[in-house]
T-cell receptor, first 113, second 108 residues
Framework: DAGVIQSPRHEVTEMGQEVTLRCKPI?????LFWYRQTMMRGLELLIY????????DSGMPEDRFSAKMPNASFSTLKIQPSEPRDSAVYFC???????????FGPGTRLTVT | GIQVEQSPPDLILQEGANSTLRCNFS?????LQWFHQNPWGQLINLFY???GTKQNGRLSATTVATERYSLLYISSSQTTDSGVYFC??????????FGGGTRLMVKP
């Protein structure tokens, strides 16, 4: 298996622009998680899905952030409008129903200028 | 929520040395993972170890769940071991709470 796939790997955008990050989970994994890593706050959970349904979005910082999982093979995290404080590395992670172990993608490094 | 503390925050080793990294957590857990974040930023799974002991090559880990701590042992360290080591725990089965990490530098 190719593991968790994220795109793009790097994104540079200007303040006010819409940003869409993408994740393809490992086949057969029923849970998908979006995390954000910053120097100030470390790694924190934003939202997670089970069987394509959002379960807990309490970590989403504000209404500018939204996430969807239209099918078992694809999820997006959207920021609109983006702000410089959104600059971070965004990770997608997945796990199968029978184990709590999470597997992380390579991350998307977002820079908002 | 669960509090996770890792020590030491920074560690410098000479190649070939051994080291022990510690992770303390504040509540019972059913998930504990150790990760290595390499210099390119990738999070590599090292161990899934909510309890007991596991070994993988030069690395081993022990979790004593009743005393709420886990240890990661690195033996015969190599320069490629450099990076940040994270402990992450969960008790609801889904959310992982990460510690602050141990930044390791192995010098040749």
């Amino acid at each position: 298996d190719a593991g968790v796939i994220q795109s793009p790997r790097h994104e540079v955008t200007e303040m006010g622009q819409e940003v869409t990050l993408r994740c393809k989970p490992i086949s057969g994994h029923d849970y998908l998680f979006w995390y954000r890593q910053t120097m100030m706050r470390g790694l924190e959970l934003l939202i997670y899905f089970n069987n394509n349904v959002p379960i807990d979005d309490s970590g989403m910082p504000e209404d500018r952030f939204s996430a969807k999982m239209p099918n078992a093979s694809f999820s997006t995290l959207k920021i609109q409008p983006s702000e410089p404080r959104d600059s971070a590395v965004y990770f997608c992670a997945t796990r199968e129903a029978s184990s709590y172990e999470q597997y992380f993608g390579p991350g998307t490094r977002l820079t908002v200028t | 929520g669960i509090q996770v503390e890792q020590s030491p925050p920074d560690l410098i080793l000479q190649e070939g040395a051994n080291s022990t990294l510690r992770c303390n957590f504040s509540d019972s857990v059913n998930n504990l993972q150790w990760f290595h974040q390499n210099p390119w930023g990738q999070l590599i799974n090292l161990f899934y170890i909510p309890s007991g002991t596991k070994q993988n090559g030069r690395l081993s880990a022990t979790t004593v769940a009743t005393e709420r701590y886990s240890l990661l042992y690195i033996s015969s360290s190599q320069t490629t071991d450099s990076g940040v080591y994270f402990c992450a725990v969960g008790n609801a089965g889904n959310m992982l709470t990460f510690g602050g990490g141990t930044r390791l530098m192995v010098k040749p």
